[in-house]
């Protein structure tokens, strides 16, 4: 008899670990080829908003790649038009938000609508992109931002135009992301080509404003960036991230540094998210999740999967990511398990 319960008693607890393996969220999160993803709770609910990100081809063949620059390179992005959302109650269920923004709302922008950064602020919802991946500043688009009542839209255009619409200290105006600093500042991180700029916003989020020094367009460069910034504060140090390498290869990935302030200067400290050969390449252009209240960090990244060596086919995956007891960032592991099931801390 005894042995008959600890056979029992195993087999349970077989049931239960496979239990427990079913509310894993796997990676990716969800279906489709989705790049860029930036992560928030709003009202209560998980958000991802990331950059749809498949290909378009002449004759249904071979990719036509933005690297080339050939006549056809708008319409290679002519299929990057339009912008889904997905929300969750736990990070692994997901249901998908359709078309929350296109290009028939913000008629300035005629193709490659990417990198949506959200920000709540006086009960609206700010969905800032990048547009028209301007080459020089006799081109015409940039940085822009749309607004809602409710963060799975409907967006309407916020301004009729780009927010930045112009290169400033190199840096290409795309790959925005939004910081509200402790002291209620709101400050604006974008730029690519290797060139990072941080911007102050207007409390209306209409317009660029001035530094205490007088100045519009800080420069905060670290070594090695290419592109994707990211911000984020824990124990009173700020942590600077973005990302490296080329976004169609294998070696992107996402690096970081830490500072005492949100204009650094920001010295490297290590890689933290890379490819891994056995589980997928490519990873990077990330965003951070905090559960609110608590000392629990995850980060969502695009990586490309196994097998698929078409440059914009990306998936959006989420892991942990830890600290160090110096506050040091320790490296991720990327997997195709993905995180378990977390529900959001009931607000009080």
Avoid at 65 to 76: F, L, N, V
Avoid at 167 to 181: E, T
Wanted: proline share 7%; net charge negative; with cysteine.
């Amino acid at each position: 008899m005894v042995k008959r319960l600890t056979v029992l008693w195993a087999a349970a607890l077989l049931c239960l670990s496979c239990g427990e393996r079913k509310v894993m969220s796997g990676n990716p999160l969800f279906e489709g080829w989705y790049a860029d993803p930036e992560v928030a709770v709003l009202e209560g609910d998980y958000w991802i908003f990331p950059t749809y990100s498949d290909i378009w081809t002449e004759d249904g063949s071979e990719p036509v790649y933005p690297e080339k620059r050939t006549a056809a390179y708008s319409q290679q992005y002519n299929v990057q038009t339009f912008m889904d959302a997905f929300s969750s109650k736990d990070l692994v269920h997901w249901t998908k938000h359709p078309r929350v923004l296109t290009t028939e709302i913000i008629p300035w922008v005629e193709y490659a609508m990417w990198a949506p950064a959200v920000f709540p602020h006086k009960g609206k919802y700010y969905l800032f992109f990048s547009g028209n991946d301007i080459q020089n500043d006799e081109q015409y688009g940039g940085i822009g931002v749309a607004v809602a009542d409710h963060p799975g839209g409907p967006y309407q255009d916020a301004l009729g135009k780009p927010l930045i619409d112009k290169f400033h200290n190199g840096a290409q105006p795309i790959d925005q992301f939004v910081f509200r600093d402790d002291d209620g500042n709101i400050y604006m991180y974008y730029g690519g080509w290797r060139h990072c700029n941080v911007v102050r916003l207007s409390d209306g989020l209409d317009r660029v404003i001035p530094f205490d020094d007088g100045t519009m367009y800080k420069e905060v460069t670290p070594e090695d960036y290419v592109e994707g910034p990211f911000m984020f504060k824990r124990n009173g140090k700020y942590y600077f991230m973005w990302s490296e390498g080329g976004w169609t290869g294998p070696d992107y990935r996402v690096a970081y540094a830490m500072a005492d302030s949100p204009f650094g200067p920001f010295k490297r400290v290590a890689t933290i998210l890379q490819q891994d050969p056995d589980v997928g390449t490519g990873a990077g252009h990330h965003s951070v999740l905090q559960i609110p209240g608590r000392d629990e960090w995850y980060i969502v990244y695009h990586r490309h999967p196994l097998g698929d060596d078409k440059g914009p086919h990306r998936v959006t995956c989420i892991d942990r990511m830890e600290f160090a007891p110096d506050g040091t960032i320790l490296p991720v592991k990327i997997t195709f398990e993905g995180v378990a099931a977390v529900k959001l801390p009931a607000i009080r």
